[in-house]
């Protein structure tokens, strides 16, 4: 079956770092797409960022200031997020890019001095 388990949100204050990390198994890490989705209170989910076997690509709110990396021995994907700002808060959720799984419970990243 397939999971993904979030983890690594919390509080932050504008201007900080926080690193999101996401274990998943039930299916071959290594032959997925994956990406980095958050939703907002009120609005739908969308992509942050997703990243292939040639690269990774970024929502235009946070290039230059997120990353996208991943650990395909420990399946686990991650989310280097830099310079934050207050419209970064949300929970923050992982998923394959195509073929998307059920969701996890997704960790909430919270923007305030």
């Known amino acids: 079956q397939v999971a993904f388990v979030e983890s690594g949100g919390g509080l932050v204050q504008p201007g900080g770092s926080l690193t999101l990390s996401c274990v998943a198994s039930g299916f071959d890490f290594t032959k997925y797409p994956m990406a980095w989705y958050r939703q907002s209170q009120g609005s739908e989910r969308d992509l942050v960022a997703e990243i292939y076997r040639s690269g990774a690509t970024y929502a235009d709110s946070v290039r230059g200031r997120f990353t996208i990396s991943k650990d395909d021995a420990k399946a686990t994907l991650y989310l280097k997020m830099n310079k934050v700002t207050p419209d970064n808060a949300a929970v923050y959720y992982c998923?394959?890019?195509?073929?998307?799984?059920?969701w996890g419970q997704g960790t909430q990243v919270t923007v305030s001095s």
């Open positions: 998923n394959r890019r195509t073929y998307r799984a059920a």
